[in-house]
């Protein structure tokens, strides 16, 4: 907060404001506006301020990790040519340190196990008016490896949202809303196995590397904290206890655990893809610790049809790891999930036909496996629709959406190109399937 008020990029609204819709609205309207960051003093229903629009724009968010962001790529750099070292020492001087930051800790306390609440004393932010209750919208939810639970390197962090009131639940429960292909389901899969609950700390606020870091499609087995560190600027530090570890400098923790036995009903939901995504059954959170900092506030998004705030989440993420897809799938140059269809629904890819070349091509070859791999490939398995292309003069920009049409629509042979998946996995809040999690 401080650093964006020093940087004129904040208003505050010292105005009673209600968190029940009147609030979201404010947010809407300012992020479309282009609109600095809010920090709302006075919110009704509770002590604690609320603060929005924090990733308010790319520039913004660069702004955020200005002292951080160019020391992320060149790790990046250095990850995809090691060789790079020797022959520009002084540029990748820095890359030990900060690989040394990506290292998290423990420690025996922090600022956020200061005060205790309960959870009705937190902000109920609603959103829209059919939304089934309160929701979190910008958590970031911590399960520990239950086979390693002290394992820092094995916790995983992810961004699901949590439903604090509304509904079946009861005072002490909360909503934790996770989809398929989430990291979260490895670690809770392991508890049902061995049976016992699985531990959480779900965490808001803190360093703006920790809310980014959570919404990262990191490969399985990696995890967060190590790309929170770098960009932070710091080891992350973790408070350990009979619980799962929890971000120590972090504004407001929920701890407790997973139900083994029960599910309640979450939802509804106004959602990225511009609908609801309406009530089912997920995970039941009991809760056993609501801890805050002093001064705490609680930092929120507004979840809705695109363009919102959480598309600079998007930009960012194709900005540090663009250069990182092509190590990833073979063949494979670039990968653009298209915001404006609410993400996963829609896939841009540059692929190339490297295989056979003194045969003179006359349709797709590598590019259909090439497309078969990126749809294999955790969360881009969700994608609804897929448009993959050659591009041997390296002429196309995978994020110029029109130009890339443009250049497909150009040589598509729809009887030659056009391929179903069936009977397969979906998005969660897909309902155009046969069923939930399928089509």
Not at 22 to 37: H, K, N
Not at 293 to 302: G, L, M, S
Not at 391 to 417: G, M, N, Q, T, Y
Request: hydrophobic letters at 40%; one cysteine or more.
């Amino acid at each position: 907060m401080n650093d964006l008020r020093r940087g004129e990029r904040l208003i505050q609204i010292d105005d009673t404001v209600d968190p029940q819709l009147e609030m979201a609205e404010i947010q809407r309207r300012v992020y479309a506006r282009g609109g600095p960051g809010l920090l709302f003093t006075d919110v009704r229903g509770t002590q604690f301020p609320m603060a929005s629009n924090l990733f308010g724009s790319l520039e913004q968010a660069r702004y955020l990790f200005r002292d951080t962001l160019e020391a992320v790529r060149r790790l990046i750099e250095v990850k995809l040519d090691p060789s790079a070292i020797p022959k520009r020492p002084f540029r990748y001087a820095g890359v030990p340190l900060t690989a040394i930051r990506m290292l998290p800790r423990f420690t025996r306390r922090g600022a956020v196990t200061t005060n205790h609440c309960k959870v009705v004393d937190l902000p109920q932010l609603k959103c829209w008016p059919d939304d089934g209750g309160a929701f979190v919208t910008l958590p970031q939810v911590l399960s520990a490896d239950p086979a390693a639970s002290d394992n820092l390197m094995r916790v995983n962090l992810g961004m699901y949202r949590i439903q604090l009131s509304g509904n079946e639940y009861s005072p002490g429960e909360v909503g934790l809303h996770y989809q398929i292909h989430r990291g979260i389901g490895v670690h809770h899969r392991a508890a049902l196995d061995r049976g016992e609950p699985l531990r959480v700390a779900i965490t808001v606020g803190g360093s703006p590397a920790m809310t980014l870091a959570a919404v990262m499609p990191l490969p399985e087995g990696l995890t967060e904290l190590t790309f929170a560190g770098a960009l932070a600027g710091r080891r992350i530090r973790m408070v350990p206890g009979d619980h799962a570890p929890v971000y120590a400098d972090a504004d407001f923790a929920i701890v407790g655990t997973i139900d083994p036995q029960q599910t309640k009903p979450e939802g509804p939901f106004g959602d990225h893809l511009g609908y609801y995504s309406l009530q089912h059954p997920f995970p039941l959170m009991k809760v056993e610790h609501v801890w805050h900092r002093d001064d705490a506030i609680w930092p929120f998004t507004v979840v809705g049809r695109p363009p919102q705030e959480d598309t600079t989440f998007g930009q960012l993420i194709h900005e540090i790891t663009d250069p990182i897809i092509p190590t990833v799938i073979p063949g494979v140059k670039a990968v653009h999930a298209v915001d404006a269809s609410g993400v996963h629904p829609l896939l841009l890819a540059i692929g190339s036909e490297r295989y056979m070349p003194y045969l003179k091509a006359t349709g797709p070859q590598e590019l259909l496996t090439q497309a078969n791999a990126i749809l294999g490939n955790g969360q881009l398995s969700l994608a609804k629709y897929l448009w993959i292309t050659d591009d041997p003069d390296d002429s196309l920009d995978i994020h110029d959406i029109e130009s890339f049409l443009k250049h497909v629509l150009a040589r598509v042979d729809w009887r030659r190109d056009l391929h179903f998946q069936t009977q397969t996995t979906i998005d969660t809040r897909d309902y155009s399937g046969t069923g939930f999690n399928q089509g």
